[in-house]
């Protein structure tokens, strides 16, 4: 009875009430469909949906290491080129089969015969063993040329009737990897990996630049190489950045220099690789001897094949592998990890060739269960526009570093730390993820990635996010990663502060 009284009171409304209640309903219904989540509202499905990767090729995985669980991904088995996030894969296999105390050799030999008066009717070698730290600003024994000297001294030797030799024999000579592109040969970051490394393999260009439009002038390289000839075809112009590019073979004298750079700088550095690292170790390592009072009778040279017999003076030792791969991931040096990645292939061959490297790198992955068929591998640093890997390939690396590996605190370790070092510095510095992820990144054109360990509510994670061609900036990429991340990772409610992003 009384339900018929109320849906009877409700039919006799005054039709303005009766209309302002269906307004009310209206707008009630309207805040419901907005402030209610979708299903397209989780923050994978945010990420994936925005206009910035509409047409992306986009691979994601994100895992609990406790339990297992794997708590968001999208594609995670879809290839994508992964810039330098393949150095997780380079670094960790180099740990794994080497070890954390591995140490190149660089070695000092003679060959011919030694006079009781101290004179060397011979040669003196310097045998390279792929060490990439000698003469590095990044690691490794800054006086190592002055051992050097003393241990000719110590042999007895005070004249070289021969030449001071470099044999970089024990990689091939190729120097560059094949997929590396022109546009890329000639400059720091594409520097080639020989048997003998020096300084980086990395040289500064100081120029003199006048008015826009002129030709900036060379005053200096530093070092100094007597054997390097430039052509310069840089443009002065109103950037104020630096836009030069080296193009030039591996071994060969020659670098053209095209591009622009700031006008009216009385100096400003571009950066080149050394196209003959070998060559200009044995004119320093000369000039130290020479300076020390022992005379060499014939001028440098280099040489990738001797069969001499030769003996053993002196064997320097680089630091321990484990901190050249520290310094490689923190500051993304393409040098080292080309190093270590071909120092692999000696494993079962007599040189160190890039395509040795590969058989026993995927030759250890493939024993260890890992799906090389979501990999494909064609350098070891990541600047082949060639190479693909997926988010679940990387994961499972990471996974396997973390809670299977004896070097699991030395590969962590290894890796930059968010908002505080190396290439991570900047990233996702002043928010509630700042120290709380260990990861490496990687940028070429085109692309950006990153892949590591995130610490949140006692647990750890191990995600991989690859991003091939958005239709935007690299830091708009950048900040949508980010932003994946905080959300999947939000701060814990009971200790919230406020967030400022840099």
Same mark, same amino acid.
């Given at each position: ?102 140490? &190149?050799?660089? =070695? ?14 011979? #040669? ?78 990395? %040289? ?24 390097? #000839? ?37 100096? %400003?550095?571009? =950066? ?23 005379? /060499?009778?014939?001028?440098?040279? #280099? /040489?990738?094949? #001797? ?60 024993? =260890? ?23 679940? %390939? ?32 900047? %990233? ?11 990861? =490496? ?47 999947? &990772? ?13």
């Amino acid at each position: 009875m009384l339900r018929n009284k109320i849906k009877k009171t409700t039919l006799n409304l005054n039709p303005k009430i009766k209309s302002q209640m269906k307004n009310s309903i209206g707008l009630l219904l309207l805040i419901q469909f907005i402030f209610t989540p979708s299903k397209a509202e989780t923050p994978i499905e945010r990420f994936t949906t925005s206009p910035l990767l509409k047409n992306a090729n986009v691979s994601v995985m994100i895992k609990n290491l406790e339990t297992g669980k794997i708590t968001s991904a999208y594609r995670p088995e879809n290839v994508a080129i992964p810039a330098s996030t393949l150095k997780l894969v380079t670094t960790a296999s180099a740990l794994e089969m080497l070890g954390a105390d591995f140490r &190149f050799q660089t =070695k000092l030999e003679i060959d011919g015969e030694l006079s009781p008066k101290g004179i060397l009717n011979g #040669n003196l070698f310097i045998l390279g063993g792929g060490d990439p730290t000698l003469g590095s600003k990044y690691i490794g024994d800054p006086d190592f040329l002055t051992k050097w000297v003393n241990a000719v001294k110590n042999a007895g030797i005070n004249k070289i009737n021969g030449r001071i030799i470099a044999d970089e024999s024990l990689y091939e000579d190729e120097g560059v990897n094949p997929h590396w592109t022109w546009e890329d040969l000639g400059n720091y970051y594409a520097a080639g990996a020989y048997g003998i490394s020096y300084l980086d393999n990395t %040289f500064a260009l100081i120029l003199n630049s006048g008015a826009v439009g002129t030709t900036p002038k060379i005053i200096r390289t530093e070092p100094e190489m007597s054997f390097l #000839n430039i052509d310069n075809h840089l443009i002065s112009s109103t950037i104020d950045f630096d836009s030069a590019y080296f193009h030039g073979a591996p071994h060969s004298n020659l670098r053209v220099l095209r591009g622009e750079i700031p006008a009216n700088r009385r100096e %400003f550095s571009v =950066k080149g690789d050394i196209p003959n690292p070998g060559l200009l170790l044995v004119e320093h390592f000369q000039n130290e001897l020479i300076k020390n009072g022992i005379t /060499i009778c014939q001028p440098p040279a #280099n /040489i990738i094949q #001797n069969t001499t017999v030769r003996k053993l003076i002196f064997s320097q030792d680089s630091p321990p592998l484990k901190d050249i791969i520290t310094q490689t991931n923190i500051h993304s040096i393409n040098l080292f990890a080309e190093s270590i990645f071909r120092y692999l292939a000696l494993k079962h061959a007599s040189v160190a060739s890039t395509r040795n490297a590969i058989t026993e790198m995927r030759n250890f992955l493939i024993s =260890k269960g890992f799906p090389v068929d979501e990999l494909f591998l064609n350098d070891g640093c990541g600047l082949s526009a060639t190479d693909a890997v997926s988010a679940n %390939f990387l994961v499972k690396i990471l996974e396997y570093m973390k809670t299977k590996s004896q070097n699991r605190i030395e590969f962590y370790n290894s890796l930059p730390i968010a908002g505080e070092n190396g290439t991570l510095k900047k %990233f996702l510095a002043g928010t509630h993820l700042q120290g709380k992820v260990h990861a =490496k990144s990687g940028t070429i054109s085109g692309v950006k990635t990153y892949a590591g360990y995130v610490e949140s509510n006692s647990k750890t994670y191990a995600f991989a996010i690859l991003v091939n061609h958005a239709y935007g900036s690299s830091k708009r990429v950048t900040t949508a990663i980010e932003d994946l991340l905080l959300k999947t &990772f939000p701060l814990n409610s009971k200790n919230k502060i406020k967030q400022t992003r840099h």
